[in-house]
């Protein structure tokens, strides 16, 4: 069975900080890794995705990639009260056209 | 471009009844995704479909069907509601295998009593 997990939080951070969203995932040939963001009541929207080692960055998100432990994580720089919201960590599954979601870390970002 | 669009955005079913969920893109992507959302959990996939005639099932397809007879639409069946149908349903398209990111429509929440 593969899994992605993700810790549910809620994750509190000052307005200004550094929030840091990890997910560990099962599947050792997944490729592509996905990060969306998803407010109460909305879809999910795609925030960023990486497919190699290392980090990548997009403005004031960084995601960073680790193969090797299975761990990828998404760095949010002067987080805003408008980033609060849940984070879902997407990861494809080897050979198939499927991804698997964790199950959301929700970030609060408090004035 | 509308992306992806769901009707209804919100039903209300009783037990035993049956309704098709809606789903249009016009990104013109060969993929489309059906999930379900519980509350406080992730995504689900319910069924798929990597181009017109072509379907197969998800993680959870029990109580569902699909069909997919043109690039621009993926209906959702249920048949026979059950409340443990109650959910979230998104559905999402993606331009083409393995590593393309999804792109989700508004979602339709449903609610069997």
């Known amino acids: 069975q593969k899994e992605v997990e993700q810790n549910s939080g809620p994750l509190s951070v000052p307005e200004g900080a550094i929030a840091s969203l990890n997910c560990t995932y099962s599947?050792?040939?997944?490729?592509?890794f996905f990060w969306y963001r998803q407010y109460s009541g909305k879809s999910p929207e795609l925030i960023m995705f990486?497919?190699?080692?290392g980090d990548k960055e997009d403005g004031r998100f960084t995601a960073q990639l680790n193969k090797a432990s299975q761990y990828v994580s998404l760095l949010i720089r002067d987080s805003q009260p408008s980033d609060s919201a849940t984070y879902l960590c997407a990861v494809n599954i080897q050979n198939t056209d499927k991804l698997i979601f964790g199950t959301g870390t929700r970030l609060q970002v408090f004035p | 471009n509308a992306g992806v669009t769901q009707t209804p955005k919100f039903r209300i079913l009783k037990i035993g009844q049956s309704m098709t969920l809606q789903c249009t893109q016009d990104m013109n992507h060969n993929y489309m995704y059906w999930y379900r959302q519980d509350p406080g959990m992730g995504l689900k996939l319910i069924y798929y479909?990597?181009?017109?005639?072509?379907?197969d099932k998800g993680e959870v397809p029990n109580g569902y069907n699909v069909s997919r007879s043109t690039t621009e639409d993926f209906p959702l069946r249920l048949e026979l509601a059950a409340p443990s149908q109650t959910s979230v349903y998104f559905c999402?398209?993606?331009?083409?295998?393995?590593?393309?990111?999804?792109?989700f429509g508004p979602g339709t929440r449903l609610t069997v009593t």
């Open positions: 999402a398209t993606q331009r083409g295998g393995g590593v393309y990111e999804q792109y």
């Open positions: 990486i497919y190699s080692n």
């Open positions: 599947d050792r040939g997944s490729q592509s």
């Open positions: 479909s990597v181009g017109a005639g072509i379907t």
